[in-house]
């Protein structure tokens, strides 16, 4: 069974500092996206990683790939409050008809305080 | 341009309803997903569409939930004889199967938030 797993779960942490979050999953995949969700909101993608070693950055957000680990990072620089959201990473499954289903890791929920 | 919307956003049923929640992907979007969120967890996957034919439903929880796309754009999940324990958010996403920068990528409308009494 596929499992994709999040850690840390909750992150508090202060405005300007740096912090990384983990996802780790259990089954090749070449494919790994990264979601945001406010409260009560739909889901943002933010990053898709399409192979071993893909680095993508986005302004305070940086987000890598290392398939032979199976595992990915997001890289949080000089948090600011406005990042405050939960955090899902998701490993795609090819289906049938050449598209794919994603498995959800828990997600992080990340608190930023001034 | 337009998102994926879904419709109603927030519906209360009594155990034993039917419900049908609607969904209207991106315009072109081929691919079409329904998720079911529970409170404080990630989506788990349903079933997909690809145009108007269903080609996986190993995420259907019960025999109780089915769901359509008759002509390949709007999509309906429709829950029969609702349970508390079918009460959740239930996310629909759309897809254009593309190569490049944005493989793949699904779209995720803002949800309907069904609660089961």
């Known amino acids: 069974e596929l499992k994709v797993e999040q850690n840390p779960l909750f992150l508090s942490m202060q405005e300007g500092k740096n912090y990384t979050i983990y996802c780790n999953y259990s089954?090749?995949?070449?494919?790994l996206y990264w979601y945001r969700q406010d409260p009560g909101k739909s889901l943002e993608s933010l990053f898709v990683?399409?192979?071993?070693?893909a680095v993508k950055q986005e302004g305070r957000l940086m987000a890598s790939l290392d398939t032979k680990a199976r595992l990915s990072t997001l890289h949080i620089t000089a948090a600011v409050h406005d990042l405050s959201a939960t955090y899902f990473c998701?490993?795609?499954?090819?289906?049938?008809?050449?598209?794919?289903?994603?498995?959800f890791g828990t997600g992080t929920l990340l608190a930023v305080q001034p | 341009g337009a998102g994926v919307s879904q419709s109603p956003r927030y519906k209360v049923a009594k155990r034993g309803q039917d419900v049908a929640l609607r969904c209207d992907p991106i315009?072109?979007?081929?691919?079409l997903f329904w998720y079911q969120q529970a409170l404080g967890q990630g989506p788990e996957f349903l079933t997909y569409?690809?145009?108007?034919?269903?080609?996986?439903k190993s995420g259907l929880p019960s025999d109780r939930f089915f769901a359509e796309r008759p002509e390949g754009s709007v999509s309906t999940l429709k829950i029969q004889r609702t349970q508390q324990e079918d009460s959740a958010v239930y996310l629909c996403?759309?897809?254009?199967?593309?190569?490049?920068?944005?493989?793949?990528?699904?779209?995720f409308g803002p949800g309907t938030r069904l609660t089961v009494l």
């Open positions: 990683l399409l192979s071993n070693g």
């Open positions: 315009s072109g979007h081929v691919s």
């Open positions: 089954t090749t995949s070449d494919r």
């Open positions: 998701a490993v795609d499954i090819e289906l049938s008809g050449a598209t794919n289903k994603l498995i």
């Open positions: 996403a759309s897809s254009l199967p593309e190569t490049g920068e944005n493989s793949d990528t699904q779209y």
């Open positions: 569409f690809q145009n108007e034919a269903q080609l996986d």
